[in-house]
T-cell receptor, first 114, second 109 residues
Framework: KAGVTQTPRYLIKTRGQQVTLSCSPI?????VSWYQQTPGQGLQFLFE???????NKGNFPGRFSGRQFSNSRSEMNVSTLELGDSALYLC?????????????FGPGTRLTVT | KNEVEQSPQNLTAQEGEFITINCSYS?????LHWLQQHPGGGIVSLFM???GKKKHGRLIATINIQEKHSSLHITASHPRDSAVYIC???????????FGTGTSLTVIP
């Protein structure tokens, strides 16, 4: 099986712009979670989607949003980018929402905001 | 206050040494995860446990639910074990993840 894929892998944006990141889960997986990793804050949970519905949300401002499509692919969007949004954005997929299911991480998208 | 605390932050070991990384958490959990992150960013999930002990090769993870504490052990450490190890607690209310700050392990040949 192919692993979790994320596109693009690297991205440079300017303050005030918006960005959309994409995540394709492992085939058959229906849950996708998004995480932000920065040197200062470490890994932080953004949100989790299952069956096209946001099921859980971390403590991030409304500028961060996401969605999931019927084929389980997910996108996250950050509007009005700030310098502090520079980070590695990781997505992970799992078969379902239940805690027994293992999470598989993608390689991440490294976003730089200038 | 962080919901998940890890120690030590940095660890250097000689090849072959037995290594222990500790994780304490303050939230009620449904599962505790140990993750490994190599330079370049890729994350691999090593263990997911909610009780007792699990073993994969030279890696062992234990959890004590009453004490809200988990440990990751590496036996006969090898330079390829050099990575950042992250503890993550999945809350049983709200279902979100809380992450430790990571332990950077360097194993010297």
């Amino acid at each position: 099986k192919a692993g979790v894929t994320q596109t693009p892998r690297y991205l440079i944006k300017t303050r005030g712009q918006q960005v959309t990141l994409s995540c394709s889960p492992i085939s058959g997986h229906r849950s996708v979670s998004w995480y932000q990793q920065t040197p200062g804050q470490g890994l932080q949970f953004l949100f989790e989607y299952f069956s096209e519905t946001q099921r859980n949300k971390g403590n991030f401002p409304g500028r961060f949003s996401g969605r999931q499509f019927s084929n389980s692919r997910s996108e996250m969007n950050v509007s009005t980018l700030e310098l502090g949004d520079s980070a590695l954005y990781l997505c992970a997929s799992s078969f379902g929402l239940r805690q027994v299911y293992e999470q598989y991480f993608g390689p991440g998208t490294r976003l730089t905001v200038t | 206050k962080n919901e998940v605390e890890q120690s030590p932050q940095n660890l250097t070991a000689q090849e072959g040494e037995f290594i222990t990384i500790n994780c304490s958490y303050s939230v009620g959990i449904s599962a505790l995860h140990w993750l490994q992150q190599h330079p370049g960013g890729g994350i691999v999930s090593l263990f997911m446990l909610s009780s007792g002990k699990k073993k994969h090769g030279r890696l062992i993870a234990t959890i004590n639910i009453q004490e809200k504490h988990s440990s990751l052990h590496i036996t006969a450490s090898h330079p390829r074990d050099s990575a950042v190890y992250i503890c993550a607690a999945r809350s049983n209310t709200g279902n979100q993840f809380y992450f430790g700050t990571g332990t950077s392990l360097t194993v010297i040949p």
